[in-house]
């Protein structure tokens, strides 16, 4: 069973980046297409970005198709987001993500893996 661990997460200013990383651990198979979502408090989970395996095809949602980038390191097992421009809203706890599958996907209820989250707060 792989396990994801996100780390990263912390308090920044608006305007600044951040880069968060999520390890693939254990035994199993990391060829899987992975994600990152978000959870802002009294909101639903949503998308942030997604990346398939090996890594030629990524997805991002409206709010983070300018601002973020989503990468892998596929001899680490290893999946990062760098965050840039970050806004207030940005605030959330952000989760790392797995699916059973090598295609990119973009809706949580496609993901099986789930990690602990990384808290990401941003003042003005």
């Known amino acids: 069973q792989v396990q994801l661990v996100e780390s990263g997460g912390g308090l920044v200013q608006a305007g600044e980046s951040l880069r968060l990383s999520c390890a693939m651990r254990?035994?199993?198979?990391?060829?899987?297409?992975m994600g990152w979502f978000r959870q802002s408090p009294g909101k639903e989970r949503e998308f942030v970005a997604a990346?398939?395996?090996?890594?030629?095809?990524?997805s991002y949602s409206k709010f983070a198709k300018e601002r973020f980038t989503i990468s892998r390191d596929t001899v680490a097992h290893t999946v990062d987001l760098q965050m840039g421009c970050l806004k207030p809203e940005d605030t959330a706890v952000y989760y790392c993500?797995?699916?059973?599958?090598?295609?990119?996907?973009?809706?949580?209820?496609?993901?099986?893996?789930w990690g602990q989250g990384t808290q990401v707060t941003v003042s003005s």
């Open positions: 993500a797995g699916r059973a599958s090598q295609a990119i996907a973009n809706e949580e209820r496609d993901f099986v893996l």
């Open positions: 254990g035994i199993g198979s990391t060829s899987l297409a």
């Open positions: 990346i398939s395996w090996p890594g030629r095809s990524t």
